[in-house]
């Protein structure tokens, strides 16, 4: 069992009527990092002021001093932010019995100003384990209001958080899909990043989208994000957005999701990529026209489906239902696939993309030890292979029949004239 957590604490009071200048001087900070916005209902607002002016208790403020030595809102920040707002003549009071702050006398105004905050100011004890004590303690203090799934991701902190808010914050494809609340749009993010960090795009194995995964992928991350995986998954969503640009505008989460996967798949797995721009643009056209064209409960497919497709995209939308588990993740993955395949077909590059000495040496002495471009000798050492049908294009470099040995020079030369004619060029 490990030690028991022993933060350094003081227990002290501010007046109400400091704390306008507590925040004007910033030494109360909301950070929105993990921090809802001001989530109370008008009828809360209401009791609290209510449970003021009676001098009743409202319980004690507990605070994190950080290294600004701002104090963070761990628990209170709600009843900080309303009691703010009446300050400020803010807070709607009509069909109350309240009296707005400004037109208090001079007595009511005194004594309200008198009431005390009581606070409790935590301070870590230990520097390495900080950013770890803000969470878990605002984590804890916030279980008697439950925080949502996106909300409870985002007060997690480390490079992973950094790297799906600074996604969220930053990358275009959010300005797509409407004003859902900014903490739902940070979950997609990290659900899309997880995605890509940890599903095998191979073997089409991916890792759950519940809440226990995304909190245990953003610890193990928390040190850390490679930066060519990080790379990748920019260039997925720039794919998304050049692509589809206003067709992500009637997208649902679910097909956010489905089609990252998509082409996060055809990025990883599919040779010749070049025009795949183009490609998802008109296949998603029809695939969603398609999709959108049946209810679920339907049990005839529509004019112009046929019934193997109507079966396929009926499956699709049931696994959409499920969304987070591996199986639908899969599922899902598989029927765009499919349905891309028939449509634009998917040659699956060779993973192997160099031939290996022993592939070369069979080369050499099949040409005889002639260079396959000027047919003169080749100093096998020196040598380099060539893919015939290019490797970006499904050329396997496991098939011997598809592979000449050339001198260095030589291959460099046909390189290039095979980038000028657009991969038209021949050989010998």
């Not at 991916?206 to 790379?231: C, G, H, N, R, W």
């Not at 192997?352 to 040409?367: I, N």
């Not at 290019?390 to 470099?397: I, R």
């Not at 040995?405 to 991969?423: D, I, P, Q, V």
């Amino acid at each position: 069992m490990p030690k028991q957590t022993v933060p350094d604490i003081d227990f002290n009071k501010f007046v109400i009527a400091e704390l306008p200048e507590l925040f004007k001087d910033k030494k109360i900070k909301i950070n929105y990092e993990y921090q809802r916005g001001d989530i109370w209902k008008r009828r809360q607002q209401i009791e609290l002021i209510n449970s003021i002016n009676k001098r009743y208790s409202i319980g004690v403020i507990v605070l994190f001093v950080n290294d600004n030595e701002q104090f963070e809102i761990l628990d209170g920040q709600q009843r900080i932010l309303t009691i703010k707002k009446y300050l400020e003549d803010k807070l709607e009071l009509s069909d109350t019995d309240i009296i707005p702050y400004n037109e208090l006398g001079v007595q009511d105004k005194a004594l309200l100003n008198a009431y005390c905050v009581y606070y409790l100011k935590l301070k870590s004890h230990d520097p390495e384990t900080k950013e770890e004590d803000i969470v878990q303690t605002f984590l804890r203090l916030q279980e008697g209001t439950p925080l949502n799934k996106a909300e409870k991701i985002n007060a997690y902190r480390g490079v992973f958080k950094d790297a799906f808010r600074r996604t969220r914050e930053e990358h275009s494809i959010f300005s797509y899909f409407g004003t859902e609340k900014r903490f739902r749009f940070r979950q997609l993010a990290a659900e899309l990043l997880t995605i890509e960090l940890e599903g095998d795009f191979k073997n089409k194995i991916f890792p759950s989208l519940d809440q226990e995964t995304l909190i245990k992928t953003i610890k193990k991350y928390e040190k850390s994000v490679s930066a060519k995986k990080l790379k990748f998954f920019i260039g997925n969503l720039d794919f998304l957005v050049s692509s589809l640009n206003y067709l992500l505008t009637g997208f649902k989460i679910r097909e956010v999701v489905s089609f990252y996967l998509l082409v996060s798949y055809l990025r990883h797995n599919r040779a010749g990529n070049e025009e795949l721009k183009n490609e998802l643009a008109e296949f998603a056209k029809l695939f969603l026209q398609k999709l959108n064209s049946f209810s679920i409960y339907d049990i005839k497919p529509p004019k112009g489906i046929t019934r193997k497709e109507f079966d396929d995209y009926k499956a699709y939308k049931q696994e959409a239902k499920v969304l987070t588990t591996p199986e639908s993740i899969k599922a899902r993955l598989e029927i765009l696939i499919s349905e891309f395949d028939r449509l634009h077909g998917i040659i699956i590059k060779d993973p192997e993309r160099l031939h290996d000495t022993e592939q070369k040496r069979a080369l050499f002495f099949r040409q005889q030890g002639l260079c396959g471009q000027c047919r003169k000798p080749l100093d096998f050492k020196n040598s380099t292979s060539h893919h015939i049908i290019a490797h970006s294009k499904g050329g396997q470099t496991s098939n011997l029949s598809n592979a000449v040995l050339l001198h260095e020079k030589c291959h460099s030369n046909l390189e290039a004239t095979l980038r000028k004619s657009k991969g038209q060029g021949k050989l010998f």
